[in-house]
């Protein structure tokens, strides 16, 4: 099963550094054992466009799509058997640590 997850930044992070995982360790792990499709980091929210059309017009703003502390930094796709071995992958992300890590199920269309 596919599972988008997301990775975000947190106004509480981990106080204990010693204690967050290396992130390059994470995605050799999760590359070897094939549960990590693709991922990434994005660039900065000033960076981004948001994209509305309303009444037949395309309106764009500059900036994240929505006004938070929050943001998302990153994304994985991950291929796991299930959803407990999704959530143990994303435990061991260090931004499960320093930021929260949401996942998602693509859907079954």
């Given at each position: 099963?596919?599972?988008?997850?997301?990775?975000?930044?947190?106004?509480?992070?981990?106080?204990?550094e010693s204690r967050v995982p290396?992130?390059?360790?994470?995605?050799?792990?999760?590359?070897?054992?094939?549960?990590?499709?693709?991922?990434?980091?994005?660039?900065?929210?000033?960076?981004?466009?948001?994209?509305?059309?309303?009444?037949?017009?395309?309106?764009?703003?500059?900036?994240?799509?929505?006004?938070?502390?929050?943001?998302?930094?990153?994304?994985?796709?991950?291929?796991?058997?299930?959803?407990?071995?999704?959530?143990?992958?994303?435990?061991?992300?260090?931004?499960?640590?320093?930021?929260?890590?949401?996942?998602?199920?693509?859907?079954?269309?």
């Amino acid at each position: 099963m596919k599972y988008m997850m997301f990775v975000c930044t947190d106004t509480e992070p981990e106080t204990d550094e010693s204690r967050v995982p290396d992130i390059e360790v994470w995605v050799a792990e999760n590359d070897a054992a094939g549960r990590r499709v693709t991922g990434s980091v994005l660039g900065a929210t000033s960076a981004a466009t948001t994209v509305r059309v309303r009444g037949g017009e395309v309106l764009l703003t500059d900036g994240p799509f929505t006004e938070t502390k929050e943001v998302i930094v990153g994304f994985d796709i991950l291929e796991c058997a299930d959803l407990d071995e999704a959530i143990a992958v994303a435990a061991a992300h260090p931004m499960a640590y320093n930021g929260r890590i949401e996942l998602r199920p693509f859907a079954d269309l």
